[in-house]
């Protein structure tokens, strides 16, 4: 058997039989919103790009199972054939000491945050780690404070904690 654990992230609109009683979660319902979404994923992902053979494709449950089996392969082609893309929300470790040749220099900081920036990216989960100097850390941290979705400073003493999280 086969789990698989969702998180909604946007309000979830529910009815029932009676509009104007309680809500109800019923799997016609969740199975409906997996139709849409997997129609709205795979629109740009199939090789055949014919609405109606897509219709027809995600109208049984089994080509749901089907398509979303083979969704991560896909996206993973899509990922590799542009390797500079990184999606919202994934996991970043920026290390730090790549930002500075032998020495880190005060004067270069607006550089190693500026650097820094553009590898954390929007929404991500940041881990911060590597040799350097703790003015550069502080920094940094706080120049990622509301670009980073969740920031992690990584040592090899006393492995991952959390500097902010906004997930929570």
């Given at each position: 058997?086969?789990?698989?654990?969702?998180?909604?992230?946007?309000?979830?609109?529910?009815?029932?039989?009676?509009?104007?009683?309680?809500?109800?979660l019923?799997?016609?319902?969740?199975?409906?919103?997996?139709?849409?979404?997997?129609?709205?994923?795979?629109?740009?992902?199939?090789?055949?790009r014919?609405?109606?053979?897509?219709?027809?494709?995600?109208?049984?449950?089994?080509?749901?199972?089907q398509?979303?089996?083979?969704?991560?392969?896909?996206?993973?082609?899509?990922?590799?054939?542009?390797?500079?893309?990184?999606?919202?929300?994934?996991?970043?470790?920026?290390d730090?000491?790549?930002?500075?040749?032998?020495?880190?220099?005060?004067?270069?900081?607006?550089?190693?945050?500026?650097?820094?920036?553009?590898?954390?990216?929007?929404?991500?989960?940041?881990?911060?780690?590597?040799?350097?100097?703790?003015?550069?850390?502080?920094?940094?941290?706080?120049?990622?404070?509301?670009?980073?979705?969740?920031?992690?400073?990584?040592?090899?003493?006393?492995?991952e904690?959390c500097?902010?999280?906004?997930?929570?």
């Open positions: 058997m086969s789990v698989l654990c969702l998180e909604t992230i946007t309000p979830l609109f529910l009815t029932g039989a009676d509009p104007r009683g309680e809500p109800e019923r799997a016609t319902s969740i199975r409906g919103a997996l139709r849409f979404w997997l129609r709205a994923l795979l629109g740009g992902v199939i090789e055949d014919d609405l109606d053979g897509l219709l027809k494709r995600g109208k049984s449950t089994h080509a749901i199972e398509n979303a089996q083979t969704l991560p392969q896909r996206l993973r082609a899509l990922l590799d054939s542009a390797p500079d893309v990184v999606l919202p929300g994934a996991r970043v470790v920026v730090l000491r790549a930002l500075y040749q032998d020495t880190a220099r005060l004067d270069e900081l607006p550089h190693y945050i500026e650097r820094a920036k553009e590898l954390a990216g929007e929404g991500n989960e940041v881990v911060l780690t590597g040799q350097a100097p703790n003015w550069m850390y502080l920094a940094i941290a706080h120049a990622l404070h509301g670009k980073a979705r969740r920031l992690l400073y990584a040592s090899p003493v006393v492995g904690v500097i902010f999280d906004h997930t929570a």
